[in-house]
């Protein structure tokens, strides 16, 4: 993989919404998550696993993660970036992702903001990655 990842920015990461619980929880929820490195990372890629055949923003999706990661991305980019994966990873959202159809709408709305904040971040070669790697998930599928 061409990028690599890196704790140096632990302390990013928020956005998670109400659910089970409080905003207070959701949020401590994704920091953990997002300061966690390792597990973010695995839960990322369980999820995405899962979903790549019926995701229609799971390319943009692994760009981000790629940009989140890459060693020349700012770390406030970073924590953007890895505020919208939380939001993505973790099961407490503004609409469940159990519900058919509009399930992972707050999902896609939470990506498309992140990176329409951070878009001149991710390059060509972020994009690319992700489609090798998506071509890939779906090819196993």
């Known amino acids: 993989m061409p990028f690599g990842y890196r704790a140096a920015w632990s302390s990013a990461g928020t956005g998670a919404g109400p659910g089970s619980g409080n905003w207070a929880e959701a949020e401590a929820l994704a920091q953990r998550v997002a300061a966690d490195e390792h597990t973010l990372k695995q839960r990322f890629w369980q999820k995405l696993r899962a979903l790549a055949s019926r995701l229609p923003f799971a390319e943009d999706l692994i760009a981000a993660h790629y940009c989140a990661f890459d060693r020349q991305t700012p770390v406030h980019v970073k924590a953007v970036l890895v505020g919208a994966i939380a939001y993505f990873v973790l099961p407490a959202d503004v609409v469940p992702d159990v519900l058919p159809v509009i ?24 994009r690319e990655a992700a489609r090798q790697k998506l071509s890939r998930m779906r090819g196993a599928s």
């Open 103 to 126: 399930g992972y709408t707050d999902d896609a709305a939470m990506l498309a903001g992140a990176i329409k904040l951070v878009a001149s971040h991710i390059t060509p070669e972020h």
